[in-house]
């Protein structure tokens, strides 16, 4: 029997219906491969951002614990010394590195009152009889200048303005910063003491308020309160990143505080400029008084009135008001790493008692 082979042709419908299938295949395989590059990545960032959290809050714990060590330093520190604050003090040692699991703790404590409080030229509330004594000792000082072309609000005589707001118009002197000269000195004052204070009367020629600030290309309010920070001073007229950066070294800012008390055994000997500033005196003398500074300080202001450096200047009773031998406001700045987190811890902590401490004002990041 003889069997015919007839070879069986595939037709091309089939082959294309084939490779059609094929590549939908393919194009499933590298949807889900694309997918799952997705998923995997996504998991990876979320574990990545779950391990910066868990690194972030170590880091910030580290800062608290340093917080509270630093506690513990200050009331060690004054249980000796309760009425005498000092550079030869442990809190005063600078900045100090200690070494912790996976990463450091750097703290540096310095004293808030060896600067000048810049919330200190917040004019105190007047009552309605000393606003009527202000009027009518303005009214004589009117008719005094009668006749000149000073304006009755730029002659301000220096008895009548603030301790701490002739220092600071002297200090921006002292400084030699580019452009700035007696008259810049006493508006960027008067600029201060407006945003400061709670009424809208400009206290001099170069005041600002209100009306100032909302004719800004950003119109803006004055606060008509007190400063939170050194770096507020960006935002108050005539003043600019020069002047700041200049006066960063010698001013600081106690929260919702008005207090000028300069400690003067803590004032550095390396900025007798604030001391100049804050004595109306030469360069040379300042120096010379933080020279003869005995070891350990001075145990009371009267020691420090007696030295003799000290009396070769003549000052008025008010300026010898501005100085302390004990402090209350102190200023911690921490840094804290773990592993590759780190954290910046700005506080300010006040003592009472020499035995009390509490935390005012905590800033977080490099101030």
């Not at 300042?286 to 300080?297: F, K, N, S």
């Not at 501005?322 to 840094?335: A, G």
């Amino acid at each position: 029997m003889r069997h015919n082979l007839i070879p069986s042709v595939i037709p091309k419908s089939h082959l294309k219906q084939k490779g059609i299938a094929l590549i939908t295949v393919m194009l499933i395989v590298a949807l889900a491969a694309i997918l799952a590059a997705q998923m995997t990545t996504r998991l990876r960032m979320q574990m990545q951002r779950s391990e910066n959290i868990h690194y972030n809050q170590q880091a910030y714990w580290y800062a608290m614990g340093a917080e509270a060590f630093a506690k513990r330093v200050l009331i060690t520190s004054f249980q000796d010394d309760k009425n005498v604050t000092n550079l030869d003090q442990i809190w005063a040692q600078g900045e100090t590195t200690y070494p912790v699991d996976f990463g450091e703790i750097t703290g540096e404590i310095t004293d808030l009152h060896n600067c000048l409080n810049l919330n200190a030229l917040k004019a105190p509330l007047l009552s309605s009889n000393s606003a009527n004594e202000s009027n009518d000792s303005s009214n004589g000082l009117n008719k005094k200048v009668k006749g000149t072309n000073n304006s009755p609000t730029s002659n301000v005589s220096k008895k009548s303005k603030l301790a701490a707001r002739l220092a600071l118009e002297e200090l921006l002197i002292i400084l030699n910063i580019d452009g700035i000269d007696q008259f810049e000195a006493e508006s960027m004052a008067d600029a201060l003491t407006d945003w400061l204070d709670e009424n809208s009367s400009l206290s001099g020629a170069g005041g600002a308020e209100d009306n100032d600030y909302e004719a800004k290309l950003f119109p803006y309010l004055a606060a008509n309160n007190y400063l939170s920070s050194v770096n507020e001073l960006r935002l108050i007229e005539h003043f600019n990143i020069n002047v700041i950066q200049a006066l960063k070294p010698y001013v600081c800012v106690l929260p919702e505080n008005s207090e000028h008390k300069i400690n003067i055994n803590t004032l550095s000997i390396d900025k007798p400029e604030l001391l100049q500033a804050l004595l109306g005196s030469t360069l040379s003398e300042a120096q010379q008084i933080l020279i003869a500074r005995v070891e350990g300080g001075f145990a009371s202001i009267d020691d420090f009135y007696n030295l003799s450096e000290f009396n070769k200047i003549n000052i008025k009773d008010e300026q010898k008001d501005q100085f302390v031998v004990d402090s209350e406001y102190f200023k911690l700045k921490t840094t804290a790493s773990f592993n590759n987190s780190f954290f910046a811890l700005n506080s300010i902590m006040k003592i009472s008692d020499n035995t009390k401490i509490d935390v005012i004002s905590r800033t977080i990041g490099h101030n």
